[in-house]
């Protein structure tokens, strides 16, 4: 599966539309960026079930920022619209195959409903 470029006018649209969307922030004069591509890039086309998106930070500065975006390569996995992965640094390609199989394990049942509490706990 070939990546998709995420900014900020299709994001909602992306994240909110697809069960497991996969980010990766970069920008184009980034060393490390680069070789993480190449990492991600094999991801995406051993895991079809997953969106696997791209964020140039110099393009999209607001998308960046909005999610305090400091240092970059930064992988952001979420599923179910649930952020459960967010970490900067280029991962070699066992660390990215350990976040998608723990995110794909992940019982999200249990994961709403903490967030829930959380929620209800907040508003008390």
């Given at each position: 599966?070939?990546?998709v470029a995420l900014t900020k006018d299709n994001f909602d649209?992306?994240?909110?539309?697809?069960?497991?969307?996969?980010?990766?922030?970069?920008?184009p004069w980034c060393g490390p960026c680069k070789g993480f591509?190449?990492?991600?890039?094999?991801?995406?086309?051993?895991?079809?079930?997953?969106?696997?998106?791209?964020?140039?930070?110099?393009?999209?500065?607001?998308?960046?920022?909005?999610?305090n975006i400091r240092s970059i390569p930064t992988l952001m996995?979420?599923?179910?619209?649930?952020?459960?992965?967010?970490?900067?640094?280029?991962?070699?390609?066992?660390?990215?195959?350990?976040?998608?199989?723990?995110?794909?394990?992940?019982?999200?049942?249990?994961?709403?409903?903490?967030?829930?509490?959380?929620?209800?706990?907040?508003?008390?």
């Amino acid at each position: 599966m070939t990546t998709v470029a995420l900014t900020k006018d299709n994001f909602d649209q992306i994240v909110n539309g697809n069960d497991m969307v996969l980010v990766d922030f970069w920008a184009p004069w980034c060393g490390p960026c680069k070789g993480f591509a190449s990492v991600f890039e094999a991801a995406s086309e051993k895991h079809g079930d997953i969106v696997f998106a791209k964020v140039n930070t110099d393009e999209e500065q607001e998308l960046a920022a909005s999610f305090n975006i400091r240092s970059i390569p930064t992988l952001m996995f979420f599923r179910e619209k649930v952020i459960l992965y967010s970490e900067a640094g280029a991962l070699p390609g066992s660390a990215l195959e350990q976040v998608i199989s723990k995110g794909k394990e992940l019982d999200m049942a249990v994961v709403h409903q903490e967030i829930a509490e959380r929620n209800t706990g907040a508003q008390e």
